[in-house]
């Protein structure tokens, strides 16, 4: 199976000289169509360091990061691979449908439709009562779950989720986890997640661990 992304002896250190702050020690490391993979560790394990370098939002200070199974990184995104991010990422100027839609209008395609498509992708996730809001006025939870909407209204085969429920109460976070699984299997797409709590990785059928830039893959127990 062609792997939708191959790292390959991937690092990433920030500065240079007696300053240097190596991040993410070499790995290798593949992600395959429906994979569903939590990557576990500490804060400043390295974990989201990979995510973005998988992601392809930052580039690695050696090693290759390549797309096989999606083209070329100008071909990621808005598209085949989508992120949602720690912290609040809508825009804030933007009613709930018009954040969800602009992956859509990147992509060229007239407002109208990406409106329509924007207001689909809601209704899948039942927040089609917030679809005239501005972020200020929906909760943490419901913000996440928005940007969760604005993923899949592009059908992305490959979902990354960078701490998703970092600030979260644990009730919301576990509906939010809920939420991107069932939209993952929606969307057909492969799903890897970064996370410090263990009960959400235990989750997920296979588990990579990250402790000081060091990421060791294999399979769930």
């Known amino acids: ?6 790292c390959r002896d991937v690092s990433r ?5 007696e300053t240097a702050a190596v991040a993410l020690r070499p790995t290798a490391c593949d992600v395959s169509a ?10 400043g394990s390295g974990k989201s360091t990979l995510l973005h370098l998988m992601a392809g939002l ?3 200070t050696s090693g290759t990061v390549s797309w096989p199974a999606i083209g070329s ?3 990621l995104r808005p598209g085949p691979l989508a992120m949602v991010f720690q912290g609040p990422s809508l825009l804030p100027p933007l009613s709930v449908i018009e954040n969800v839609a602009l992956p859509c209008q990147l992509a060229g395609v007239p407002a109208n439709e990406a409106i329509e498509e924007a207001r689909t992708a809601l209704e899948r996730l039942d927040l089609s ?3 005239d809001k501005l972020p200020e006025e929906i909760s943490g939870g ?6 969760i909407a604005r993923v899949l209204v592009s059908w992305p085969v490959l979902i990354f989720a960078d701490e998703p429920t970092s600030q979260l109460d644990r009730v919301n976070g576990a509906h939010v986890i809920d939420v991107l699984l069932e939209a993952a299997d929606a ?4 799903l890897v997640i970064a996370t410090h709590d263990q009960a959400i990785a235990d989750r997920f059928a296979t588990r990579w661990t990250a402790r000081d830039g060091v990421v060791a893959t294999g399979a769930g127990p």
């Open 1 to 6: 199976m062609t792997a939708l992304v191959s």
């Open 13 to 17: 250190t920030y500065g240079v000289g």
């Open 34 to 43: 429906g994979a569903r993979i939590a990557v576990t560790g500490p804060s």
């Open 58 to 60: 930052d580039e690695p």
């Open 73 to 75: 990184r100008s071909e």
């Open 129 to 131: 009562g917030l679809a």
């Open 142 to 147: 419901q913000a996440q779950r928005v940007a």
């Open 187 to 190: 969307a057909g797409a492969a």
